[in-house]
Antibody
Framework: EVQLVESGGGLVQPGGSLRLSCAASGFTFSSYWMHWVRQAPGKGLVWVSRISSDESSTNYADSVKGRFTISRDNAKNTLYLQMNSLRAEDTAVYYC??????????WGQGTLVTVSS | SYELTQPPSVSVSPGQTASITCSGDKLGDKFACWYQQKPGQSPVLVIYRDTKRPSGIPERFSGSNSGNTATLTISGTQVMDEADYYCQAWDSSTAWVFGGGTKLTVL
């Protein structure tokens, strides 16, 4: 059974940093591109970042470019999102998701990041 | 940047057919997919590559994509189908983008 479990969310002050993790199981993690998607409270889904299966390619939404870094450790079956210079507008539930057939076929349960003083 | 437009809300009576549209420039040239999200839950893929249903998704869910519009159709809509639905498009030249979401009410 495919499982994606996010962790690392919490309350952080504006300007602070946080690292999210996504532990994958039930599939060959190293064969799949992975994504981060976020959802602000009461709002829609917003794509954040993606990383290729071998970590050679990464892309970011303009709103997080230069502040967020996506990475992965295929030996540990884990996806990461390093978030720096956090702003109030980054407050959201962050989901990791597996890409397959040009869509996101499995999603984690999400982890809440709250940026507030 | 590429944009996808969905109606904010759609209402349907139980047993009737619900259609949710997603509009974008030359969307028919890209792959479209649809996600269902119920309150407090993670999104679930219900249609991928325009028309395909993942394993476990009921046959009443179907999709189409042509011109500038992709459509999610739910035939014989059930109360359990009440949820938010998001379209998403992808091709090799487009950053991943979601539509704004449509709240489907079954009453």
């Amino acid at each position: 059974e495919v499982q994606l479990v996010e962790s690392g969310g919490g309350l952080v002050q504006p300007g602070g940093s946080l690292r999210l993790s996504c532990a994958a199981s039930g599939f060959t993690f190293s064969s799949y591109w992975m994504h981060w998607v976020r959802q602000a409270p009461g709002k829609g889904l917003v794509w954040v970042s993606r990383i290729s299966s071998d970590e050679s390619s990464t892309n970011y939404a303009d709103s997080v470019k230069g502040r967020f870094t996506i990475s992965r450790d295929n030996a540990k079956n884990t996806l990461y999102l390093q978030m720096n210079s956090l702003r109030a507008e980054d407050t959201a539930v962050y989901y990791c998701a597996r890409r397959d057939q040009s869509s996101l076929d499995y999603w984690g349960q999400g982890t809440l990041v709250t940026v507030s003083s | 940047s590429y944009e996808l437009t969905q109606p904010p809300s759609v209402s349907v009576s139980p047993g009737q057919t619900a259609s949710i549209t997603c509009s974008g420039d030359k969307l028919g040239d890209k792959f479209a997919c649809w996600y269902q999200q119920k309150p407090g839950q993670s999104p679930v893929l219900v249609i991928y590559r325009d028309t395909k249903r993942p394993s476990g998704i009921p046959e009443r869910f179907s999709g189409s994509n042509s011109g500038n519009t992709a459509t999610l159709t739910i035939s014989g809509t059930q109360v359990m189908d009440e949820a938010d639905y998001y379209c998403q498009a992808w091709d090799s030249s487009t950053a991943w983008v979601f539509g704004g979401g449509t709240k489907l009410t079954v009453l």
